[in-house]
């Protein structure tokens, strides 16, 4: 009893700790697109009950940039009918707060799997804490959410609660479309971990009938619901993807000495999308990937470290050891979930990024390396120098935490804060501070246009908004976001803001003279490029 209640206090401890670090400078790099897009949808439906184009409570998001992230919109409106402001801070907050319940989820799955609270703490806490989950919980997109679903399903099912586990998946695929390629997998390697303890096929297939039933209704929902986001998304997928399949299998043959038949055994649609997948499966065990550089996505990297600090490789091979002399099937089937989890991002035709589209994989990862530490205080608590090893651990993991947290809040801002769009959070702040009419020509009007709309907090006519949004009418209060016209010459206007890339190389060097009266202020961007982003000629 007093056990329980001293795993319930860590666990409190963890959940409270896991909210706390994530807050300090939660605005300090602007929204993504994304968030900026799931936000304002959200807040657009608090305020008037309609998306941004003027629809009542859809079901479907489209021209978006996200792809429907449903239920993270809807999340997002509940929290803006609480607190009506919208800020960077406030429109992470939520997903920071939701996210947080993976400390209690995760525990409680290790505990099922395995009956050790040493195990099941360890993996919370190097999940949790790892700059992989400490990063992307901290962005105000589908995947917090619809982790927390995602765990919760898993965990539900394996407390045989399987109605709720399939409506918790339901809620995850319709958060996130990527778990969609991932629950029919996921669904056969739950019901593996009910064959291997009660050894009866009988109830597997069964139950794997039925699961399947289930995911046919999950695609026939998507189908109805969202055709075209279903139709693209199926072409994102390696074994769908005619046109670059098509292209790696002519560049095969048109390079082989071999005949034509040989070549069609060889080169093929199928051994090419296979070869993909294999290097894809290679990328996702990269060492340096796992404990160096991070994801090869710099947007879902956290641009500082690896997905783990450098220090948690020494756990990473002796969790491989311990596996090898103390290993039970348990706990081979807990790291079944670093292959599983890979799915979304292994069947993908659209670039690796297995910080989100492979999530599960870090439960995985995260168990291998707590069975790590485990071994080592195993190995060193009778030695006669071990405080000796815990001062060089702790002293190496001190100096990996500092360098972490020095690259991702003092370099990260300059390195990828543009990835982030930046300076779009600064042409809104200037035309709120401003107050005038200006012409904008920007390569992106809808971004800068919702954008500008995100970070005005006064009172405005909203369905003004929306009605302008549906006629792809970019303008409000004698502001309008017009597409790069490289028939406007741009030094003849006045009250006109230039983005960058609209100018060509000639112009911008005219425009961006010190000397150059007609332009009245220069706005930077944020990285360290130092060029001007939008010249503002009155």
């Not at 990297?301 to 783990?308: E, F, L, V």
């Not at 790590?372 to 205080?377: D, H, R, V």
Request: some cysteine.
């Amino acid at each position: 009893m007093t056990k329980a209640l001293n795993t319930k206090k860590i666990l409190f401890v963890l959940f409270f700790l896991f909210i706390s670090i994530r807050l300090p400078f939660l605005d300090q790099i602007n929204l993504l697109p994304d968030e900026r897009d799931i936000a304002l949808s959200g807040w657009s439906i608090a305020q008037t009950g309609k998306d941004l184009f003027g629809k009542p409570f859809p079901l479907v998001f489209e021209n978006i940039s996200p792809n429907n992230p449903l239920f993270a919109i809807y999340f997002a409106a509940f929290w803006f009918l609480l607190i009506p402001i919208k800020s960077v801070f406030l429109a992470r907050l939520p997903f920071v707060l939701v996210s947080s319940l993976l400390v209690f989820v995760s525990f409680q799955i290790v505990k099922i799997l395995t009956n050790n609270d040493k195990k099941a703490l360890l993996t919370t806490i190097v999940l949790c804490f790892s700059p992989w989950i400490f990063h992307i919980t901290r962005l105000a997109l589908d995947i917090p959410l619809a982790m927390v679903f995602l765990f919760t399903g898993i965990l539900y099912y394996l407390e045989k609660r399987k109605f709720s586990a399939l409506m918790l998946l339901f809620l995850a695929s319709f958060t996130y479309q990527g778990f969609r390629l991932l629950i029919p997998f996921l669904l056969i390697y739950l019901e593996l971990f009910f064959l291997i303890k009660q050894k009866s096929w009988r109830y597997f297939v069964f139950n794997s009938l039925k699961n399947l039933l289930f995911v046919i209704l999950l695609v026939l929902i998507a189908s109805y619901l969202e055709p075209n986001i279903s139709k693209n998304r199926l072409s994102e997928i390696i074994f769908f993807n005619n046109e670059k399949n098509a292209q790696a299998v002519y560049f095969k043959r048109i390079t082989s000495i071999a005949s034509p038949e040989i070549a069609r055994i060889f080169d093929n649609k199928l051994t090419v999308s296979l070869e993909e997948i294999f290097l894809n499966f290679t990328k996702g065990l990269d060492l340096s990937y796992l404990f160096k550089n991070g994801d090869y996505s710099p947007i879902n990297g956290n641009a500082s470290t690896g997905q783990y600090l450098f220090v948690f490789i020494i756990f990473y091979f002796l969790g491989i050891v311990y596996l090898g002399k103390k290993g039970a099937s348990f706990d081979t089937y807990l790291l079944g979930f670093i292959p599983l989890g890979m799915v979304p991002a292994l069947l993908s035709s659209h670039g690796i990024s297995f910080s989100i589209r492979g999530v599960l994989s870090s439960f995985g990862f995260s168990y291998l390396l707590s069975l790590g530490i485990i071994y080592f205080f195993q190995l060193v608590k009778d030695y006669k120098f071990k405080k000796f090893y815990f001062l060089v651990i702790g002293t190496v993991f001190l100096i990996n935490l500092s360098y972490f947290i020095y690259g991702y809040y003092q370099r990260r801002p300059k390195t990828v804060g543009e990835l982030f769009y930046e300076n779009e959070r600064r042409l809104s702040l200037f035309l709120l501070k401003k107050n005038k009419p200006y012409e904008i020509y920007h390569q992106l009007p809808q971004n800068a246009f919702l954008s500008y709309i995100f970070f005005r907090n006064d009172g405005f006519d909203l369905s003004r908004v929306q009605n302008n949004m549906f006629k792809k009418n970019y303008s409000y209060d004698g502001l309008k976001f017009k597409k790069c016209n490289h028939k406007v010459n741009y030094l003849q206007t006045a009250n006109t803001i230039i983005h960058e890339p609209c100018v060509e190389k000639i112009n911008y060097d005219l425009l961006n003279d010190i000397n150059n009266i007609k332009v009245k202020n220069r706005i930077l961007y944020k990285d360290f490029s130092g060029k001007t982003a939008y010249f503002v000629i009155e």
